[in-house]
């Protein structure tokens, strides 16, 4: 659902103002047949009940998970119980600015209440519908994301240090902590590829919708002739695992390299083999470190990627026959181009997905992500068809 648009926002007539009052009474009873409200207070009130068991905290990793779940419900059922009251009141207000108006009495203080707080309401009711889209095991945690270069040489390698900076951006205004774990910078420019993880609320579930091939086209600034270039990166997403995850993985399945970090790092970064590479041989997964301190904490960096990259690829499987049995022709995961950034012969910026588009492009460079993110996550709940390129 959009907002209201803002010839609808400064309106001071009573009955448009009831009318909008009305329009959002519908869209909280819509939410609520969503979240049941009574199933997350049931929710909340057994959490509770393990919360003041003898022993909750000797399990310190199970006791953060569950506290963290009973402060999530909490605070998404005290915001819908707040904001069902607060459209009440609106709706209250806006029906007794109707009859002052007809008495003759309406004063404009009145009205211009109703108009703020329509607007309060609506941008609150905006925010927790979007919580609706976040139905995944994983989607309400953090994330590991992985850029790399593709097709296009040093254009390539640019365009995936572009790419990053657009989501450490984006993160930035979402609020998130961003940590790079591991960057491989190209020869002449740019990075051939890049690990970082995201925290905060539904960091995975957002960035769920970024993951496959983004495409720039663009005259190159490392062509003497200028010509127009063509550049490929991936983004590959997963769900950031605790230690008591259900990833197996067997020692004997793994390879572990150290090596000399590279980069600025410090004396004792760049003077010791601190760096850690571990290969998961059944799957081919390779995941290094080198930003911590020493190599033990590497490698349990390392480890974390490791089993991040395992359950992508089991959560991939899934999504793959998910999408065979419903007899979707698209082909999902790392290997589908999904957006399309294009900045000469024209800006536009289109996700091949969803058809969603803009033509600033500076501005999606900048972060600009929260569009293009709902589009896909709407198009995933609505169960729609691929929107093939033009």
Known sequence: MAPLDAG??????????????????????LLGGYLDPEALAGRIADLEQEMGAPGFWDDQQRAAGVSSEHARHTGRLDEYRALSDEVADLSELAAMAREEERAGRLAPDFTGEIVAGLTRAEDRLFSLEESRLFGGE??????????????????????????????????????????????????????????????????????????GVHRLVRMSPFDSANRRQTSFAAVQVAPLVTDDTDVEIDDKDIRVDTYRASGAGGQHVNKTDSAVRITHMPTGVVVQCQNERSQTQNRATAMSLLRARILELELQRREEEAARLRGDSMTIGFGSQIRSYVIHPYSMVKDLRTGYESGNTQAVFDGALDPFMRAELERRAKGMGVVGED
């Open 138 to 211: 994983h989607d309400a945690g953090d994330v590991v994301v992985t850029i790399q270069s593709g097709e296009g040489g040093t254009d390539a390698q640019d365009w995936a240090e572009m790419l990053l900076r657009m989501y450490l951006r984006w993160a930035e205004t979402r609020g998130f902590a961003a940590a790079v774990q591991d960057r491989q910078d190209g020869q002449e420019a740019g990075i051939k590829s890049v690990t970082f993880t995201l925290s905060g609320a539904n960091a995975y579930g957002l960035m769920s919708a970024e993951r």
């Open 8 to 29: 609808a926002r400064v309106t001071t007539d009573p009955d448009v103002l009831a009318q909008q009052a009305g329009r959002l009474a519908e869209r909280v009873e």
